[in-house]
């Protein structure tokens, strides 16, 4: 068994608790948990994708970068899902890179262990479809949001989504990470997040972002906060046990 690694620990995460005892004994031995910080980077596009991360508590931001640096969040993972669903299609190199945005607990075994024991049939692999459906619906939605929301509509489905979808006590919300992970410039972001302080929506303090009145958010926010909180809704439900 892994230093430390309780069954416990791992069924915090959805696809591992669908891991039979005898799966799990086979992955324990490779298994570790550690606690990533706001930024620990799991994945940089093109670099060997060595392991797979199950967050327990964590949240990680996936991003697609441009050539110059410039990135844009394209989904988010927790608990539900994993890091490095590439691994598990068989690829060798990171496809995007992967930064954590919501401090926690994180499992992660190498990708080579991972498949021998998953090459069989099994829930874990009604599990990991799933999560690989939820993360093409964000995705998909993310473009839209892109190109057909405003930043208000989208700053304010972030900051709901980052609010509810996980008890995040520690979460990246500075002007560079939002910046970031909806892909604007910086003042852009100022400005916007300076009116909604305005007009008591939001307090912004020390460079992190606390809600106030949360059901006007709800009104500004995009269609995208209820398309992605549903498929994250059914994704978690359709993995608890019946
Ligand atoms: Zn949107």
Redesign the pocket.
Known sequence: MGTGVELSDLHRNAVLATFDSDRLDRLLPHIQIDFSPIGHVAQRAGNPLSHIHFPLDSVYSVLAESEHGAGIEVGTVGSEGLVGIAGHLGARNSRQTVVCWCAGDTAYVPVAEFLQVTTEGGPWHDAIDRFTDYLLIQTAQNV??TS??SVR??LA?WLLAAHDRYDCQQFSSTQESLSQMLGVQRPTISDTAARMQREGLIIYRRGNIEIVDRVALRQIA???YRVVHQALTAVRDAGRPS
């Open positions: 839209l949001c057909a929301h509509a989208r489905r995009c269609e995208c």
